[in-house]
């Protein structure tokens, strides 16, 4: 059974930093693309960053660039997202995703229960 589990989230002021994690079970990490989604309240789902399994590329919206990490750890079937210099518009409901071509089509079947970032003084 596929699983995907986030925790990490939580409440920060402007210019602190969270670490998101997602346990995934069901399968590894080198099987699938993987990904980082957000939702904030009014507005479509974004995507945040992807790591493709065949291009072996990792992507970011320019929003985070430069503020944001994905990793992974493949002995923990984890992946992380990194998230520093927070500002107010990156509070959302951040998910993870994993799927076949999710880095080009932002579709998916397996997704994380999401965990909620609130970025305020």
């Known amino acids: 059974q596929v699983q995907l589990v986030e925790s990490g989230g939580g409440l920060v002021q402007p210019g602190g930093s969270l670490r998101l994690s997602c346990e995934v079970s069901g399968f590894t990490l080198d099987r699938y693309d993987i990904g980082w989604f957000r939702q904030a309240p009014g507005k479509g789902r974004e995507g945040v960053s992807c790591?493709?399994?065949?291009?072996?590329?990792?992507y970011y919206a320019d929003s985070v660039k430069g503020r944001f990490t994905f990793s992974r750890d493949n002995a923990k079937n984890t992946m992380y997202l990194q998230m520093n210099s927070l500002k107010p518009e990156d509070t959302a409901i951040y998910y993870c995703a994993a799927d076949d071509n999710l880095c080009d089509d932002s579709r998916s079947r397996y997704w994380g229960q999401g965990t909620q970032v609130t970025v305020s003084s």
């Open positions: 790591i493709s399994k065949n291009r072996h590329s990792t």
